[in-house]
T-cell receptor, first 111, second 115 residues
Framework: GQSLEQPSEVTAVEGAIVQINCTYQ??????LSWYQQHDGGAPTFLSY????GLEETGRFSSFLSRSDSYGYLLLQELQMKDSASYFC????????????FGRGTQLTVWP | NAGVTQTPKFQVLKTGQSMTLQCAQD?????MSWYRQDPGMGLRLIHY???????DQGEVPNGYNVSRSTTEDFPLRLLSAAPSQTSVYFC??????????????FGQGTRLTVV
């Protein structure tokens, strides 16, 4: 099996920086992905880390430490439209499409 | 491209009824999967397929069947609906089951209520 832990809620103001942490326990770990989901919508892909280090995509960055079984998503220059749920998900084994999700972090951005 | 299309968007079933949730993708993706999402539970993997003719169980497969006769379609069957299956169901596809192209594309979901 696998377990993923992430905070249930985070709040911040526009223009701020927020970090959403994810710790995981799983066998056959292959990589860590992050997804965004707005209320009533479908999850959408944000980033993927297979190796230790930071991956940057515009205002969003994702970090992985395989030795610590830990990753985080960093959101900079927050905007109101970033209010959503954010999920970390582990890829187990070489079937990379097989994703196991955490319970999600609800981010609320205030004006 | 339509991407991943799920039908129906909403469904109400009576306990004991059966039904099939449809999922189709037009991206020639090899990998397809079904998730259910319940409040506070994230997305839980029900079944997945790495290609036509090949399916396997995820975390919560009981009460559900799948088949993959074509690359495009991956229907999910509820054999005898129970109130515990009330949930939002998402279908997802990825281009390849074994490469570094890891992005999963999700359909818009089917909101199922079992009464």
């Amino acid at each position: 099996g696998q377990s993923l832990e992430q905070p249930s809620e985070v709040t911040a103001v526009e223009g701020a920086i927020v970090q959403i942490n994810c710790t995981y326990q799983t066998s056959g770990f292959y990589g860590l992905s992050w997804y965004q989901q707005h209320d009533g919508g479908a999850p959408t892909f944000l980033s993927y880390n297979a190796l230790d280090g930071l991956e940057e995509t515009g205002r969003f960055s994702s970090f992985l430490s395989r030795s610590d079984s830990y990753g985080y998503l960093l959101l900079q220059e927050l905007q109101m439209k970033d209010s959503a749920s954010y999920f970390c998900a582990v890829h187990r084994g070489s079937t990379l499409g097989r994703l196991y999700f955490g319970r999600g972090t609800q981010l609320t951005v205030w004006p | 491209n339509a991407g991943v299309t799920q039908t129906p968007k909403f469904q109400v079933l009576k306990t004991g009824q059966s039904m099939t949730l449809q999922c189709a993708q037009d991206m020639n993706h090899e990998y397809m999967s079904w998730y259910r999402q319940d409040p506070g539970m994230g997305l839980r993997l029900i079944h997945y397929s790495v290609g036509a003719g090949i399916t396997d169980q995820g975390e919560v497969p009981n009460g559900y069947n799948v088949s993959r006769s074509t690359t495009e379609d991956f229907p999910l069957r509820l054999l005898s609906a129970a109130p515990s299956q009330t949930s939002v169901y998402f279908c997802a596809s990825s281009r390849d089951a074994s490469t570094m192209n890891t992005e999963a594309f999700f359909g818009q979901g089917t909101r199922l209520t079992v009464v």
